[in-house]
């Protein structure tokens, strides 16, 4: 089955470290870039974190710069997200998903195409 | 950094059209896709590219652009369309991604 797990989410203090792992299954993991998306409760969703996937290109956005770190293990199918110096504001249900690319003849265009079911991370003291 | 913006709410009544827009800078480059979420769920993938629909997704869902415009179109609204949509796409620097701020969609 093709399909992404997520694991590693739980509470947290401010200022803490977390690390979340995602699996995956039923794919070639080690051709497709990999993404963490965050939804705070009751809020839209957030991208955070990619890489590409030879791990050659990595990029996060603003909010979490510095603070997070995106990585894979393609001998393992896994992407992780590594959460350091953790706010309040970081609480969120955490979304690994799958970023694919077609690129028919003079287009190119990626989408999300698999996401796993998300892990919930609060931060709260 | 770019932003996609959508209407926060639209309602539609059973069996009729809708359209749920999204606007950014960033859609006169990239194309937009477009996500559903229903509550406690993860988003699903619904439009990508041009209009192509992932297998599954029925033909009333359509997509469209036009400048910096996306759109999600749905021709028949049924009670189970009910949920959030979600439009995404690639920044202006393309080196990073945004997501639209999200429609509710409410089936009369």
């Known amino acids: 089955e093709v399909q992404l797990v997520e694991s590693g989410g739980g509470l947290v203090k401010p200022g803490g470290s977390l690390r979340l792992s995602c699996v995956a299954s039923g794919f070639t993991f080690s051709t497709f870039s990999m993404h963490w998306v965050r939804q705070a409760p009751g809020k839209g969703l957030e991208w955070i974190s990619s890489i590409s996937s030879t791990s050659s290109h990595i990029y996060h956005s603003e909010s979490v710069r510095g603070r997070f770190t995106i990585s894979r293990d393609n001998a393992k199918n896994s992407v992780y997200l590594q959460m350091n110096s953790l706010r309040v504001e970081d609480t969120a249900v955490y979304y690994c998903a799958r970023r694919n690319v077609l690129a028919p003849v003079g287009i190119r265009f990626d989408f999300y195409d698999l996401w796993g079911q998300g892990t919930l991370v609060t931060v709260s003291s | 950094s770019s932003q996609l913006t959508q209407d926060p709410a639209v309602s539609v009544a059973l069996g009729q059209t809708v359209r749920i827009t999204c606007q950014g800078d960033?859609?006169?480059?990239?194309?937009a896709s477009w996500y559903q979420q229903k509550p406690g769920q993860a988003p699903i993938l619904v439009i990508y590219g041009k209009n192509s629909r992932p297998s599954g997704i029925p033909d009333r869902f359509s997509g469209s652009a036009s400048g910096n415009t996306a759109s999600l179109t749905i021709t028949g609204a049924q009670a189970e369309d009910e949920a959030d949509y979600y439009c995404d796409s690639r920044d202006s620097s393309g080196h990073t991604w945004v997501f639209g701020g999200g429609t509710k969609l409410t089936v009369l």
């Open positions: 960033s859609l006169r480059s990239y194309f």
